[in-house]
């Protein structure tokens, strides 16, 4: 146990990596899992889904503005852009229909890094001598790499840097047509 805060520090601990902390015969039967360093990748979802909740808000504005008398409960991300999407009836070709399309492609997008977990796979290369081989003892070149993954797919830094762009074009977008509303 420790008294830092946060206990494991600033980063994303995996379930089955603090399972062998809490558990001793967990850690006996099974060992501790070593994963790669996903501090990184949760630090830009974390961004996206944080620009998510941006666009978010200003979907709900616009609901409001256009639809006042429209409930405001609890809605996903789907169900607030097709309220807006059915109270705007934007025109096709215009703009703001334009506009919807850049959020309903980052809203078909979002869900992905909301619930799926990342898995940063440590990768090492190479092979160590076996006693009796030539170079036995030496240090040996392994290299070590690492991949991630979202449920299974592999997926790059600069893939979630593009989901991050797509999130900020979507709140762009929602504010365009939020500035169209009091023009």
């Given at each position: 146990?420790?008294?830092?805060?946060?206990?494991?520090?600033?980063?994303?601990?995996?379930?089955?990596?603090?399972?062998?902390?809490?558990?001793?015969?967990?850690?006996?039967?099974?060992?501790?899992?070593?994963?790669?360093?996903?501090?990184?990748?949760?630090?830009?979802?974390?961004?996206?889904?944080?620009?998510?909740?941006?666009?978010?808000?200003?979907?709900?504005?616009?609901?409001?503005?256009?639809?006042?008398?429209?409930?405001?409960?609890?809605?996903?991300?789907?169900?607030?852009?097709?309220?807006?999407?059915?109270?705007?009836?934007?025109?096709?070709?215009?703009?703001?229909?334009?506009?919807?399309?850049?959020?309903?492609?980052?809203?078909?997008?979002?869900?992905?890094?909301?619930?799926?977990?990342?898995?940063?796979?440590?990768?090492?290369?190479?092979?160590?001598?076996?006693?009796?081989e030539p170079g036995?003892?030496?240090?040996?070149?392994?290299?070590?790499?690492?991949m991630a993954f979202?449920?299974?797919?592999?997926?790059?830094?600069?893939?979630l840097l593009s989901?991050?762009?797509?999130?900020?074009?979507?709140?762009?977008?929602?504010?365009?047509?939020?500035?169209?509303?009091?023009?």
């Amino acid at each position: 146990m420790t008294n830092q805060i946060p206990r494991y520090g600033e980063r994303v601990m995996k379930a089955d990596s603090i399972l062998p902390l809490l558990n001793a015969e967990y850690a006996e039967k099974y060992g501790v899992p070593v994963h790669g360093n996903a501090t990184r990748y949760n630090h830009l979802r974390g961004l996206i889904v944080g620009q998510c909740i941006e666009t978010d808000f200003i979907l709900n504005a616009v609901l409001y503005e256009v639809a006042p008398h429209v409930k405001k409960d609890t809605r996903t991300a789907g169900q607030l852009h097709g309220a807006v999407r059915d109270q705007l009836k934007a025109a096709e070709g215009s703009d703001t229909a334009k506009y919807l399309d850049t959020i309903k492609k980052a809203v078909d997008n979002r869900n992905r890094f909301g619930h799926e977990a990342v898995n940063v796979v440590i990768m090492v290369h190479g092979t160590p001598p076996a006693p009796g081989e030539p170079g036995y003892g030496e240090r040996s070149e392994l290299v070590r790499s690492e991949m991630a993954f979202f449920n299974g797919e592999p997926v790059t830094e600069e893939d979630l840097l593009s989901y991050l762009d797509l999130q900020q074009e979507a709140t762009t977008a929602a504010t365009h047509i939020w500035i169209e509303l009091h023009q």
